[in-house]
Each structure stands twice: as C-alpha cells, then as structure tokens.
C-alpha cells in the first residue's frame, strides 16, 4: 500500500495515462465526426486512423499521421486494384496482404508497416474494394481519422515528455548507490553470490537505455509543441544526456569490480586485513553518499581511498595480489568520478509550472 502513493505521484505514469485517455478519445471523436457530420457508411476506418496517429509527442503525430496517410491510401487502392481483376476470394486475400506487406517496406514508411496490408485486407473483406463510391468514402473515413488524431495530441495538453524522462533518471543513481551498499554488505558477510551483482549491473544498463529512449521522446515531444514552456524545459533537459553517460559509466565500473571479485574471490583473503577492512567500508560509504546525492561524502570517501592507495601495505601485497587491489581501488575512483557531478546536479528536475506556462 505504501508504493500507491508513490506511483500516484509518478510522472512517467501521469503522461502515459493521459496518452491513453487522448488515444480514447480522438477514436471516439473520429467516429462521431465521420457518421454525424459527414454521415460515412459504416465509418470504422476513422477510429482505426485516429488509434494510431495519436503518438506520444506533437512531432511524432504528424510525422505518424503523414506515413498514415500515404499507407492508408495505398491500402484502399490496393484493395480496389484486387478487387477488380481477382473480386473476393482467397488469392484475392493473399495478395493485398502481399502486396500490402511489401508496400511497408518502402523506406520513410517507419513503423506503420502493416498498416497498408491491414487497411487493403480490410476494405476488400468488407465488399467494398468494387464500389468507387464506397472507395472515396473510405478515403474520407481515413482522413478523419488522421486530422482528429493530429489535432487532439496538438490541442489536448500537448505532451511534454521531460519530467517523464527526469523521473527515470533521477532513480538510476539511488540503485546505483543500493548496488554498492549490497556489495559492500556482502564481502562483509560473504552472503551475496557475486554473480547476483553483474546480474544487476545488466538490469541498470537496461533502465539506463529505457531513460535514454524516454529521453529521445523528450527532446522529440519540445520540436512543434505549442505550449509557451516547451522552449525553457528543452534547455533545461540538455544537460540529461551527460548525467546519463556518467550513469552509464559508473555502472560499467562497477560491472568490472563485480567481475574481479567474482574471479579473483580467493585472492581477497591474501589482502593486509586493515586495507581490506578499509576499502569495504569505503564501498559501502559510497553506496549511501550516492544514494544521498550527497557530494560531501562523496568527496571525502574519494580522499579517503586516496588515503588508501598510498598505504605502504599496497606494496607489501605478493605479487599476483596487488595487479587485483589496485583494479579495485581504480574501480571505486572512477565510480567516484563519474557520480559525483551526478550527485551534483540531483535531484533531476525540470522548471515546475509557474502561471505564465501550461
């Protein structure tokens, strides 16, 4: 019950939510227009349209409602050129699916390859592909659908994708100190199988791909939005991509120190017990300095392993020791390096409404 909350507060759960909602609701609009204005039979091509021209930012609706048009198009005439030399059977069937399929491929056609196919196979099913009356009203059906589908994503609270991708980023770097925290807590106790931590180290170079596409979107959602704030929250989003890659960096890091620990468990033990003690405690300081976004500690666990590198019991370490140690306490140094502007600039948000932007 306590994650409720939190979930309500979720903007990347908001945005999708209310893209639902104006997918729902340029479908319906499309048919009400379709059979109460312009009175088209049987009008199931516009809400099929408005369903997908509605994308999630302003600039990828028109771009999706342009490749709409032009496969939609081609569907109905492929349906109608098949439909006049084979009329409706099953050869008839597999060759506006065929044909349609192959149109898809066209380059600029995107992700709406199917659609082609799907618009023929539909209009020819349905007994329409021989009526020339029929076919201009599935045209016009499928216009609809497209122009409701632009204007509801342009005149609905045109989507801003930034707080969404903030959100994604703002939670990469408490995992990453969660992480460290883990490691940490398991050289102590020896409780945590070490294949666990790469395994982790895979799962957030996922969430880190996932912010970096939500941060596509983003930038994507700023070009043609009408809303007077798209302009200072794009530049406030500039700065993401660089706190992603130190993201990524850090997290490359600590995949490198989880594999040295995974193949070199046994060597741990011929440690000086005291330098080994002290890195550990170092490794967990650093999960909670992470985790805290707090660049102070951050900087005195970063002095403290320098502290570290320079004891004299490094060099004492046999010889097919400290090649280990040292990969680890670099390990730890980068991922000091990379998170500590990180820290710095949390927690990642973009300019809150004032009541001059909508």
Same mark, same amino acid.
């Given at each position: 019950?306590?994650?409720?909350?939190?979930?309500?507060?979720?903007?990347?759960?908001?945005?999708?939510?209310?893209? /639902?909602?104006?997918?729902?609701?340029?479908?319906?609009?499309?048919?009400?227009?379709?059979?109460?204005?312009? &009175?088209?039979?049987? *009008?199931?091509?516009?809400?099929?349209?408005?369903?997908?021209?509605?994308?999630?930012?302003?600039?990828?609706? !028109?771009?999706?409602?342009?490749?709409?048009?032009?496969?939609?198009?081609?569907g109905v005439l492929i349906a109608f050129a098949v439909g006049r030399m084979?009329?409706?059977?099953?050869?008839?069937?597999?060759?506006?699916?065929?044909?349609?399929?192959?149109?898809?491929?066209?380059?600029?056609?995107?992700?709406?390859?199917?659609?082609?196919?799907?618009?023929?196979?539909?209009?020819?099913?349905?007994?329409?592909?021989?009526?020339?009356?029929?076919? /201009?009203?599935? %045209?016009?059906?499928?216009?609809?659908?497209?122009?409701?589908?632009?204007?509801?994503?342009?005149?609905?609270?045109?989507?801003? @994708?930034?707080?969404?991708?903030? &959100?994604?980023? =703002?939670?990469?770097?408490?995992?990453?100190?969660?992480? %460290?925290?883990?490691?940490?807590?398991?050289?102590?106790?020896?409780?945590?199988?070490?294949?666990?931590?790469?395994? @982790?180290?895979?799962?957030?170079?996922?969430?880190?791909?996932?912010?970096?596409?939500?941060?596509?979107?983003?930038?994507?959602?700023g070009r043609l939005n009408p809303r007077r704030a798209a302009a200072t929250?794009?530049?406030?989003?500039?700065?993401?991509? *660089?706190?992603?890659?130190?993201?990524?960096? *850090?997290?490359?890091?600590?995949?490198?120190?989880?594999?040295? !620990?995974?193949?070199?468990? =046994?060597?741990?033990?011929?440690?000086?017990?005291?330098?080994?003690?002290?890195?550990?405690?170092?490794?967990?300081?650093?999960?909670?300095?992470?985790?805290? *976004?707090?660049?102070?500690?951050?900087?005195?666990?970063?002095?403290? /392993?320098?502290?570290?590198?320079?004891?004299?019991?490094?060099?004492?370490?046999?010889?097919?020791?400290?090649?280990?140690?040292?990969? !680890?306490?670099?390990?730890?140094?980068?991922?000091?390096?990379?998170? =500590?502007?990180?820290? =710095?600039?949390?927690?990642? @948000?973009?300019?809150?409404?004032?009541?001059?932007?909508?």
């Open positions: 019950m306590t994650a409720m909350p939190s979930r309500w507060r979720d903007p990347v759960v908001w945005t999708d939510a209310a893209q /639902l909602v104006k997918t729902a609701l340029a479908a319906v609009i499309a048919w009400l227009l379709a059979v109460h204005v312009f &009175h088209v039979a049987q *009008a199931f091509l516009a809400p099929w349209a408005a369903l997908l021209t509605v994308h999630a930012t302003v600039f990828g609706t !028109l771009r999706r409602g342009v490749q709409q048009v032009g496969t939609s198009v081609l084979l009329g409706v059977s099953a050869i008839a069937v597999g060759a506006v699916v065929l044909v349609g399929l192959a149109a898809g491929l066209i380059r600029g056609v995107g992700d709406q390859t199917t659609t082609a196919a799907a618009t023929a196979l539909v209009v020819l099913t349905a007994g329409y592909a021989n009526d020339g009356g029929m076919l /201009l009203s599935r %045209l016009l059906d499928t216009g609809i659908g497209i122009i409701v589908g632009l204007l509801v994503n342009l005149v609905v609270w045109p989507p801003l @994708r930034d707080r969404a991708a903030a &959100h994604r980023i =703002d939670v990469i770097d408490d995992r990453i100190g969660d992480l %460290l925290c883990e490691i940490a807590d398991g050289l102590r106790t020896g409780s945590t199988s070490r294949a666990e931590w790469i395994a @982790r180290t895979n799962e957030l170079d996922e969430e880190v791909d996932v912010a970096r596409s939500d941060l596509g979107q983003a930038h994507e959602s929250r794009m530049r406030a989003a500039e700065t993401f991509g *660089a706190i992603l890659t130190r993201l990524q960096q *850090a997290i490359a890091e600590i995949r490198s120190m989880a594999l040295t !620990l995974n193949l070199t468990h =046994d060597a741990l033990h011929d440690w000086d017990s005291s330098i080994r003690h002290a890195w550990v405690d170092l490794l967990g300081r650093a999960g909670v300095a992470v985790r805290d *976004a707090d660049t102070i500690a951050i900087k005195a666990v970063r002095a403290d /392993l320098d502290t570290i590198a320079t004891d004299p019991g490094i060099r004492d370490l046999p010889d097919d020791v400290w090649p280990i140690v040292g990969a !680890l306490l670099v390990n730890l140094r980068n991922i000091l390096e990379a998170l =500590d502007t990180v820290a =710095d600039a949390q927690p990642i @948000r973009v300019p809150a409404r004032t009541s001059g932007a909508h």
